[in-house]
């Protein structure tokens, strides 16, 4: 099952998320990155994740980042690492499998009039059914 992401907003209206890109490296300094294609499947590997955010509305509360899938995600907004759900990684061995959905709270301090970007690190070692 690919992982489905997207930023919860207040009542007013979500942060606009993407597209996204499939990279190389580690943590926010990620490289080498191209389009996404297909779909987003962390299944069976390790995957790195970066997309643009768009800016929230000055009245809006500072979204979390809403995660569902049968996954582990570790996120940096920013160039900040703001939390994971379970512990991703290139191995079985070493990842921690995460909870179904979670939250990750994106800090209204962390949060730029433009040019937000958001990554991800996905793993899914643990799942038996595609």
Do not use: K
Request: hydrophobic share 40%.
């Amino acid at each position: 099952m690919a992982g489905l992401l997207a930023l919860l907003a207040s009542a007013a209206q979500a942060a606009r998320i993407g597209p996204w890109e499939v990279c190389r490296g580690a943590g926010p300094a990620v490289s080498g990155c191209r389009p996404l294609q297909g779909v987003m499947d962390p299944q069976g590997r390790e995957l790195w994740l970066r997309a643009p955010v768009g800016p929230r509305g000055p009245e809006d509360a500072a979204p979390p980042l809403h995660l569902a899938g049968a996954m582990s995600t570790e996120a940096w907004f920013n160039g900040v690492r703001v939390g994971a759900n379970g512990q991703p990684g290139p191995t079985p061995g070493r990842e921690r499998p995460g909870r179904y959905q979670a939250d990750i709270p994106l800090p209204a301090a962390l949060w730029r009039p433009d040019g937000n970007a958001l990554v991800l690190r996905m793993s899914a070692l643990h799942v038996g059914l595609r």
